[in-house]
């Protein structure tokens, strides 16, 4: 078992280990923590990590968000064809501004702002979040079971 890179959506808190914590120690949300590449926590931290394979591919990365939302009360959208959208502008993000910026949000270029537009954001939080009335996130990407 090797050890991975887990971030907390709510709070960005970042976690090092073979799983991540059942309650962040930061926010103190339960189930919180999504898998990242080794890229993103180098963008978050400003720093570069040797021996460690810097990004993950659509199929990883899709892997990781299955595994996040399995734990949690919503699920990846079945809609694959939009999956496949999203998914493009997520990794379009990642190559012009470092990070998996949800694309359907704009980037400020202020990183404070903008780390809260990490794919998985902290939907629920944002005045964006069409919870209520469609059960999904802004983008769709996630959608309540």
Not at 57 to 83: C, G, H, L, Y
Not at 110 to 119: H, M, N, T
Request: overall charge neutral; hydrophobic content about 35%.
């Amino acid at each position: 078992m090797k050890k991975k890179f887990w971030r907390c959506h709510v709070c960005n808190d970042l976690h090092w280990g073979f799983a991540p914590p059942d309650l962040c120690p930061t926010c103190r949300i339960k189930k919180a923590y999504v898998e990242i590449a080794a890229r993103e926590v180098q963008a978050i931290l400003g720093i570069v990590l040797f021996g460690e394979n810097p990004d993950f591919t659509p199929n990883e990365f899709r892997q990781a968000i299955e595994a996040f939302a399995s734990v949690n009360e919503f699920s990846v959208n079945p809609d694959p064809d939009r999956v496949a959208i999203l998914f493009e502008g997520l990794f379009e993000n990642e190559r012009n501004h470092g990070l998996k910026y949800c694309p359907c949000r704009l980037v400020t270029k202020i990183f404070d702002q903008d780390i809260k537009l990490i794919c998985p954001c902290n939907f629920p939080t944002h005045e964006t979040y069409r919870g209520l009335e469609h059960g999904e996130c802004w983008c769709g990407l996630f959608i309540r079971r």
